[in-house]
Nanobody, 127 residues
Framework: QVQLVESGGGLVQAGGSLRLSCAAS????????MAWFRQAPGKERDFVAA????????YYVDSVKGRFTISRDNAKNTMYLQMNSLKPEDTAVYRC????????????????????WGRGTQVTVSS
């Protein structure tokens, strides 16, 4: 099992930046495919970005391409989401997720693809 804890959320003006972190427990973090999801009030949880366990493959929802960057540091058991050029529509609770047992290139876009979840960190972007 793995436990996930997010940090780095906050209030930022439109056009600003935030860096989210997801710290994982356990010795096999390097074998977990990791992802970020977000959920705005009254809306469903949406896929944002994912990174394969090898770190060699990254995937993004179209609305964040070119603005967000997902990365991981397996030595620190930590995944990151660098968010630049933030927009009010990026406002949501951001949660990290993990799963294992897949190919080095694999990722999932559905919440059901992931077995472990953090509690989330609030990101609020003011206009």
């Amino acid at each position: 099992q793995v436990q996930l804890v997010e940090s780095g959320g906050g209030l930022v003006q439109a056009g600003g930046s935030l860096r989210l972190s997801c710290a994982a427990s356990g010795r096999t973090f390097s074998l977990y495919t990791m992802a970020w999801f977000r959920q705005a009030p009254g809306k469903e949880r949406d896929f944002v970005a994912a990174i394969s366990w090898s770190g060699g493959n990254t995937y993004y929802v179209d609305s964040v391409k070119g603005r967000f960057t997902i990365s991981r540091d397996n030595a620190k058991n930590t995944m990151y989401l660098q968010m630049n050029s933030l927009k009010p529509e990026d406002t949501a609770v951001y949660r990290c997720a993990a799963t294992t047992g897949h190919s080095s290139w694999w990722y999932g876009r559905s919440s059901a693809d992931y077995d472990y979840w953090g509690r989330g960190t609030q990101v609020t972007v003011s206009s």
